[in-house]
């Protein structure tokens, strides 16, 4: 998303995830973007403006513990989350653990900042450089949590094992604030959710689901390298009944399972009915694919009059003041 003189992003291989159901009020900027259990994203933050700027991080109400400097014209800057010196840990959407573990917690000081990237960003001026010295805390991994809570299906943000930072920092910088901490310059929010229960909420369009193509050995005509020629302006010739062909269809055959009819709450409910009916959405899918697939047609030869034819700035960690 791009908000006034920054522009902040989260990419996965290498592409920005597409964002969807943009709002701006105020100084805040959100969106919906969809997650994928397993996968590795960054942080992707660019300065736009005539100030160097200060952007802090949070992934699921965890902060990391040291913001970045963007001086002016830094483009694309990743911001890591570090661990120790000249170490840095990777970013992973992941699947909540859920357990029946009677001593797992079954409440959640995190829980109304599950599902949320929060990327803080305020104006700052340069006054030196500091010696450069390591973080000496860094965010932890959820454990596993009740099934009571549930938070089954969701993601969550995890962080990865320790690497090795190819472009160590070597010094810090002290800044003074243009903007209050309290009053940002911009606050960007990207709401990370799973696929399936951002289109069961109607925030992503649902997949179209593509007819199956009929193989040559179901189709008769295409076996033989040819073409059946249509006559719109005849009616099409009605199968018989008889002990030796069977009544055809060669419409594409769907399937259609009305869900349950579910009340949508408030807050977490909200979302626990959006998994539902995602769930229920993707069985209907499956079920007609199957059922096209399985669909098998008999054809009674017969001679016909119609001849067919052939087809064929070196950026530095910051310092809070």
């Known amino acids: ?42 942080i992707k933050c660019s300065n736009l403006s005539s100030h160097a700027l200060v952007v802090n991080t949070a992934v699921d109400g965890r902060r990391f513990s040291r913001p970045i400097s963007l001086r002016l014209g830094s483009m694309n800057k990743s911001h890591f989350c570090e661990d120790g010196e000249g170490g840095l840990r990777s970013l992973m959407f992941s699947n909540i653990a859920i357990t029946d573990d009677d001593s797992a917690p079954k409440k959640l000081p995190w829980a109304n900042n599950l599902g949320l990237i929060e990327v803080t960003v305020v104006r700052t001026r ?9 973080v000496t805390a860094n965010i932890e991994n959820f454990g596993p949590i009740h099934e009571t809570v549930k938070k089954g ?3 969550c943000v995890s962080v990865g094992p320790r690497t090795v930072d190819p472009n160590p920092a070597r010094s810090l910088v002290h800044v003074t604030y243009i903007d209050q901490l309290s009053a940002p310059h911009i606050i960007f929010k990207f709401k990370y959710r799973p696929r399936a229960i951002l289109q069961a909420q109607g925030i992503i369009q649902l997949d179209a689901i593509e007819p199956q193509r009929r193989s040559a050995s179901e189709d008769p005509h295409a076996a033989r390298g040819v073409s059946q020629p249509l006559r719109p302006d005849r009616p099409q010739k009605r199968p018989r009944r008889d002990s030796s062909s069977s009544v055809i269809d060669l419409t594409d055959e769907t399937v259609v399972i009305k869900p349950p009819k579910v009340k949508i709450e408030d807050g977490d409910n909200a979302e626990d009915a959006a998994a539902l009916r995602a769930q229920i959405r993707a069985l209907q899918r499956k079920l007609n694919q199957k059922r096209m697939h399985k669909t098998q047609v008999t054809v009674k030869k017969e001679s016909s009059p119609i001849q067919a034819g052939q087809m064929d700035e070196d950026i530095i960690d910051l310092t809070e003041d």
């Open 153 to 155: 299906g969701l993601h």
């Open 1 to 42: 998303m791009k908000y006034r003189d920054c522009e902040i992003y989260i990419a996965c291989d290498g592409r920005p995830l597409d964002e969807y159901d943009v709002q701006v009020e105020g100084n805040v900027i959100e969106c919906y973007v969809a997650s994928e259990s397993g996968k590795v994203f960054e």
């Open 126 to 134: 340069i006054e030196h450089t500091l010696p450069w010295s390591p």
